[in-house]
């Protein structure tokens, strides 16, 4: 019922060239040919009359048709944004967030932070008169805490909706209820052709408008054999591309930072060897972390000869559309956070790919010519092994954070909140359970007044809690340091492959007693005293950009301060003050030392100390770690030696002596009648709080 269908077929595509650079006015000219060139623009009156005839739109088209680009100018152009009202639009990735609105910004002619602007967490590009806001998801579920009814927004769009990210999740709804209340406010759903008969049924019924594709034959090939080294053989298809298939770019598809770095450098490398043998191939990398004057270089016409291949994250999938890509090479892994619901153990994975991402992948080749994948895995492995489509984020994460924001909101009952997908019962309780540890929560899972502080801090509610923990520790300038090093996690330490051995030895020459916190703690201080010098980072194969982002988070962090009462201090060198008041955010995940290797203390899972860490070798008895990472095990990266002493004192609540006490030693105290049942009784508790 109240379907809007679409049938046209979209006029062909006008390319836009020239010979002589262009004029300011043919640019600009040009910019219009391009805009209304895009499948979507054949379509905007009606899709502009389905808006104002509905409050909930859903809207559905073929990445690259103009969704995100366009859609929120004709509603400017349309007039949404008068009296100071605000168009929102999200996106799950901070990548897309920025480049999108760089991109719109330059075709309505306006400089960017202006009337287009993007606000991305600890990253804010907008004034005073920006109207049209990109937004990762996230920080538009923060907007909620400053202004619960979406006040000063007239359209909320949605955008990316497929992805299915836990924040997507939440704001649904969020704005579903916003949305009774508001009857002028316009919510708008955008996805890739994924899907949509659910975002209509949980919309009530919404209409859905589907703007027709656009998309030429892709042919796919599969290996005979699984590969062992996929990342060789990515490097070796990408050539055999070059050396041998026509013209046009290439896409590739890698898991992260690491992998792609490490790609891009494999890959200048072996051409650089081959030297004038090939034509020239430009090697541009795209991930999260990358800084913006290196992700638009991804977007540059390729030069005449030459061929570009771009390395990406998932982030190419959907979010980003890259023109001229003909060649598709899919090894078929993602990184994806899983959780365990019954150990509350969260990790980092490389798996397979689904179904639906394959294919997303493989239409990247497919929107300018004819293109081809190449996909890594055999035909079989894609039958019989992947997934049909990826399992929503709220399934397979932690939700302490979210179920603080939803108390912070005044959510009380998450039972019965309105999920499109319902997390496990078991994560719900588990987040409840631990934000009662972090005393964020009441035994009634009422938000206490520290709970009420840790939601204001755009952090991880353990973060969170380290930070406001400096305060009765007095070492809130180090823990701020921590914190923000934390945050830009993994790309502190610069590693190239000529000198392996240099980089080694200056990485160990930051190395402190007590772990691996305070060897960033340590970087940082140094990297301050010589004036934030970027020779000083080159000198010690420190990453400047990291550091850089670094001092921003840091000083964000430092401005939060005073809203959640923590004075500025120092610890003065006395650095157990430091490891103290990490433990009091992180004592969830502490393990010990058992004459079998590491083992989590609550959970008796087994884990390893990352190679990587100052502590490889020392292998001391205690310790807590920033985060788990699976890839040949289970990796702990960022550990910290502890004393089982500090447990009892930073979370009395939490741990038992007993259950502290050295396996070995002969002195066991008694049993304390009662005392095994107590987190029994805290769970029961919380049944009945949800
Ligand atoms: P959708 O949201 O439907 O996937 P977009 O609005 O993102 O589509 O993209 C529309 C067009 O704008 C695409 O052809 C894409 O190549 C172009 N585009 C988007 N972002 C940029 C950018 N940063 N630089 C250059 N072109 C871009
Ligand atoms: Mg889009």
């Known amino acids: 019922r109240g379907q809007v269908r679409q049938t046209h077929t979209p006029p062909p595509l006008q390319e836009p060239s020239g010979p002589s650079p262009p004029s300011q006015a043919q640019q600009k000219e040009s910019v219009q040919a391009v805009r209304r060139s895009l499948p979507v623009f054949p379509f905007r009156e009606e899709l502009l009359a389905a808006i104002a005839d509905h409050q909930v739109l859903i809207i559905e088209g073929e990445t690259g048709s103009g969704k995100t680009t366009q859609i929120p100018q004709y509603l400017f152009e349309e007039g949404y944004t008068k009296k100071g009202m605000k168009i929102a639009c ?81 704001l649904f709804g969020l704005i579903k209820d916003v949305a009774r209340f508001r009857p002028e406010l316009k919510v708008l759903v955008a996805s890739a052709t994924l899907d949509t008969a659910r975002f209509s049924t949980f919309f009530d019924d919404a209409p859905v408008f589907r703007i027709p594709g656009r998309r030429f034959p892709v042919d796919i090939f599969y290996t005979k054999a699984p590969e062992a080294d996929y990342l060789e053989a990515c490097v070796v298809s990408v050539l055999q591309i070059h050396v041998t298939q026509p013209p046009g770019d290439i896409l590739v598809f890698l898991t992260g930072q690491e992998e792609i770095e490490a790609a891009c450098e494999m890959l200048q490398d072996r051409c650089r060897r081959l030297g004038s043998k090939i034509r020239e191939l430009l090697v541009l990398p795209i991930y999260a972390n990358l800084p913006s004057d290196m992700q638009a270089r991804i977007f540059q016409p390729t030069p005449p000869g030459a061929r570009k291949v771009v390395v990406a994250t998932n982030i190419a999938e959907t979010s980003l559309t890259i023109e001229g890509i003909i060649y598709v090479l899919d090894p078929g892994f993602c990184k994806q956070k899983s959780y365990n619901p019954r150990t509350g153990m969260e990790s980092l994975t490389v798996t397979p790919c689904s179904k639906a991402s394959a294919n997303q992948r493989a239409g990247r080749a497919g929107r300018v010519a004819a293109g081809k994948c190449f996909r890594l895995y055999t035909a079989w492995a894609y039958q019989h092994e992947l997934e049909e489509t990826t399992v929503p984020e709220i399934q397979r994460t932690s939700l302490g954070n979210v179920v603080l924001l939803l108390k912070s909101l005044g959510i009380h009952d998450l039972m019965h909140f309105d999920f499109l997908d319902p997390p496990p019962y078991e994560t719900l309780l588990l987040a409840l359970e631990q934000l009662y540890a972090l005393g964020a929560l009441n035994h009634l899972g009422e938000l206490t007044t520290s709970g009420r502080k840790m939601a204001e801090l755009p952090v991880d509610p353990m973060l969170s809690k380290m930070i406001l923990a400096s ?52 970087v940082y201080t140094q990297w301050a005293e010589s004036g934030y ?70 959970q008796q899972q087994t884990v390893f100390i990352h190679p990587n860490s100052s502590l490889f070798e020392e292998q001391p008895r205690w310790l807590l770690y920033h985060e788990l990472v699976l890839t040949t095990k289970e990796f702990m990266r960022q550990v910290l030696e502890i004393e089982s002493s500090w447990l009892l004192e930073v979370a009395p609540h939490y741990y038992k002596a007993k259950e502290l006490e050295d396996p070995h030693s002969k002195k066991m105290p008694k049993k304390i009648e009662g005392e095994a049942s107590r987190t029994q009784h805290q769970l029961l508790f919380l049944l009945y709080v949800i």
């Not at 996106?91 to 602007?117: D, F, H, T, Y």
């Not at 190239?496 to 305070?518: E, I, M, S, Y």
């Open 90 to 170: 999200t996106q799950p990735r901070r990548v897309a967030a920025m480049s999108v609105a760089a991109r719109v910004a330059r075709e309505m002619g306006v400089k960017l932070g202006n009337e287009v602007g993007y606000s991305i967490r600890f990253e804010d590009c907008t004034s005073e008169r920006t109207v049209l806001r990109y937004m990762t998801d996230g920080m538009l579920l923060r907007e909620f805490l400053s202004e619960p009814d979406l006040a000063s927004y007239s359209v909320v769009m949605v955008d990316e909706a497929h992805e299915r990210t836990l924040h997507t999740d939440i």
């Open 471 to 522: 305060e009765k520790y007095s070492c809130s300038e180090e823990i701020l340091t921590v914190a923000a090093m934390l945050s830009v996690n993994n790309s502190i330490f610069y590693r190239p492959k000529d000198k392996v051995v240099h980089a080694d030895n200056a990485r160990v020459n930051f190395f402190l007693p007590g772990g691996d916190h305070l060897v960033l703690l340590n």
């Open 533 to 602: 010098s970027s020779q000083w980072c080159y000198e010690n194969f420190v990453q400047f950009r990291s550091m850089r982002r670094a001092r921003d988070v840091r000083e964000q962090l430092e401005g939060l301060l005073e809203r959640v009462e923590v004075g500025l201090s120092s610890c003065q060198g006395d650095y157990i003050r430091v490891r103290k008041a990490i433990t009091a955010g992180y004592f969830y995940h502490t393990a010990r030392l058992t004459r079998s290797g590491y083992r989590t203390v609550k």
